[in-house]
């Protein structure tokens, strides 16, 4: 059993097949909380979260998810992510005031780096231009969130 699966809780890792479709209500019910979740953790307001958990779920994208190379859990991460990161880019240009930025450049300690990749949608690439580090440097704060969370 690999880590994935020891922290996956319940949820079905096996990829959907084709004699295995699910409708549009079973997929909501196995990974909305899961997909919510995601999207609240990119887009903190409540409202506007549940707006982009029901486009992820009324998307033609997730009839993709039967059949992605993985796991249809995995496929759903991917596109509540994709969403809500495009959801916060949009507000974020809307909101181009000066007051966008959640980060200052002294900081790089590896929460703030993994925020920016995560949350905000930036590439490793972007979040070392950000801050002016080099792309192992941001590589290696992912690393070492990864190893904080894990130990936590």
Do not use: W
Request: aromatic fraction near 10%; proline fraction near 5%; hydrophobic fraction near 40%.
């Amino acid at each position: 059993m690999n880590e994935l699966e020891r922290t996956n809780n319940g949820i079905d890792l096996h990829p959907v097949g084709k004699n295995n479709q699910l409708t549009s209500l079973e997929v909501y019910d196995k990974y909305g909380a899961m997909a919510y979740g995601i999207i609240l953790q990119i887009v903190p307001q409540p409202h506007l979260a549940q707006e982009i958990l029901v486009s992820v779920f009324s998307s033609p994208q997730l009839q993709a998810c039967n059949s992605y190379p993985f796991t249809f859990a995995v496929c759903v991460i991917k596109l509540a992510r994709a969403k809500a990161v495009e959801a916060k880019r949009k507000l974020m240009s809307l909101a181009q005031d000066g007051t966008g930025n959640t980060f200052t450049k002294g900081d790089r300690s590896p929460q703030v780096i993994f925020d920016l990749a995560f949350r905000q949608g930036f590439t490793p690439d972007e979040v070392a231009q950000k801050l002016d580090i080099s792309k192992s440097e941001v590589l290696r704060a992912f690393h070492d969130f990864f190893k904080t969370y894990r130990n936590s």
